[in-house]
């Protein structure tokens, strides 16, 4: 286990019902550091009975926790960000350890979760209804916003603080109560999230977490989408765990909120700040190691200023320094497990094998880990290639040359995923035009960095639907009921 100033924040149990549980049957997860495959603590390992009984405490607290003023949510929600942000450290190196992200990235995103908890903790009090003008006399219409009722919650391991705040505190702000799973590789930080909301006043049985293994997890997720008190799934993870997730809700007809897999594009046209640009997409394609969804998958660069994008590009990546998340000098640490590595190794190999020319990286780094992989360029990939068809969720950047707008826009929107999309020009015309054109839910105009809590994030087509964060972020916690008073005449 870490050394935190707080030792008391790292738990190895369920939350249920404001009461730390043992598993019911003795089974445990490992919680592994990525960067060297040591165990780090071990979980409980949910089975079905454990996923029902936070359903218990969730549907139970469920009456009392609507009835609270939204002030009074509010006021706990604020009490949470606050301690999040006063144990910032702690929740960094936690989230560093069990996820790899170097510790500065850590420690920066407690402060990105903690901006969600603010941001909602604010809206709870304007979940405002509407009043109708009445098309009849003697009569009064009104539309009121209530929340859905108990939420499941199941979140990713590549934000393990941000995802979770992302989801919890819109639903707690709405009025909803909620049961949880965190990623199998990323609990240590949810679970310590949790105890701070407790802390801070959320009430028993209003936010509960149940922690499960990759096998368990099916039996535990089962048993919310077959359980009808469970009344909305948001989910952060991949496509087809998200459609299946979309099929198994229709005999409850669950609300859903999925965020899903991504493939974005970058375009970088002729008339670009060309500098600009390379800064843009090292901030998008290198945040957490090239593991986010928003980030580049595709790089497009128009062919008159292509030498020159990739020449400092490279001069860039082949700076980053690679290394244990704990020291302060690295930029980007391990990857998140064998596996991920195993993905990212055969997208270079594919392309290698196809093709396109390494201009830096391309291997693995042994000497540092097993879980580690070099910063890697690559010059002219094209749509036949695996890493322009799949995620790879990892620091490849590939490279294809462009000469015309409508033809890189089509080969842009030539995926099913519709997440986000970048692109860096000087034109304000066209700014307006590939802006429209690009389908997808998330647009970066010459600007890589899009992460805030004001801003609704979320995809359209095989990227899912529903957006977390911004205003329209409580929506997807609340349904409208229409209430008509007549006879007043
Ligand atoms: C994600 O990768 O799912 C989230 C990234 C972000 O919040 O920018």
Redesign the pocket.
């Known amino acids: 286990m870490l050394t935190l100033s707080r030792p008391d924040l790292q738990h190895t149990a369920h939350f249920i019902a404001g009461e730390w549980r043992a598993g019911a049957d003795g089974r445990l997860l490992d919680v592994s550091d990525p960067a060297s495959g040591a165990l780090i603590a071990q979980v409980p390992d949910a089975d079905a009975g454990t996923a029902r009984a936070a359903v218990d405490a969730a549907h139970a607290a469920f009456p009392a926790w609507r009835r609270t003023p939204a002030k009074e949510r509010a006021r706990i929600l604020k009490r949470w960000n606050d301690l999040v942000l006063a144990n910032q450290q702690d929740l960094g190196r936690l989230i560093s350890r069990e996820q790899g992200k170097p510790l500065a990235e850590g420690i920066g995103e407690v402060a990105y979760a903690a901006s969600y908890i603010e941001w909602f903790a604010e809206e709870a009090t304007r979940a405002n209804g509407d009043l109708i003008p009445a098309p009849v006399p003697g009569r009064r219409m009104f539309a009121v916003r209530e929340p859905v009722g108990v939420v499941a919650a199941i979140t990713?391991w590549?934000?393990p603080a941000?995802?979770i705040a992302r989801k919890i505190a819109p639903a707690l702000a709405a009025g909803c109560t909620v049961v949880c799973k965190p990623a199998e590789d990323t609990p240590l930080t949810s679970l310590a999230l949790v105890a701070l909301a407790a802390e801070a006043g959320v009430p028993a049985g209003v936010l509960n977490i149940v922690t499960a293994s990759r096998e368990r997890t099916p039996e535990l997720v089962d048993a919310w989408l077959d359980d009808a008190r469970v009344r909305k799934i948001t989910f952060?993870g991949s496509t087809p765990v998200g459609k299946h997730l979309a099929r198994r809700s229709a005999d409850t007809l669950k609300k859903l909120s999925l965020?899903l897999g991504g493939n974005a594009p970058f375009v970088v046209f002729e008339d670009a700040d060309v500098e600009a640009a390379v800064e843009g997409l090292m901030a998008a394609k290198f945040r957490n190691g090239g593991q986010?969804?928003?980030c580049p998958n595709r790089v497009f660069v128009h062919q008159a200023v292509h030498a020159r994008f990739a020449e400092l590009l490279v001069a860039r990546v082949a700076s980053l320094r690679v290394g244990a998340a704990s020291n302060e000098a690295s930029q980007i640490g391990p990857m998140i497990n064998a596996r991920a590595v195993e993905k990212i190794e055969r997208h270079v190999q594919d392309a290698a094998a196809r093709g396109a020319r390494v201009l830096t990286g391309g291997t693995r780094l042994p000497a540092l880990g097993p879980n580690y992989f070099a910063p890697t360029v690559l010059e002219d990939a094209d749509a036949t290639m695996a890493c322009a068809c799949e995620e790879t969720f990892g620091p490849v950047v590939p490279l294809t040359r462009f000469t015309g707008e409508a033809e890189v826009v089509a080969q842009a929107n030539a995926t099913p995923f519709g997440l986000a999309a970048y692109f860096y020009t000087q034109d304000v015309r066209r700014i307006w035009r590939v802006a429209d054109a690009l389908e997808v839910g998330i647009v970066g105009i010459n600007e890589g960095a899009l992460?805030a809590e004001a801003a609704p994030?979320g995809g359209v087509k095989d990227s899912g639907y529903g957006r977390e964060g911004s205003v329209h972020g409580l929506d997807d916690y609340l349904h409208t009921k229409y209430l008509c008073q007549g006879q007043l005449d």
């Open positions: 990713p590549n934000f941000a995802m952060t965020e986010t969804c928003v992460a994030f």
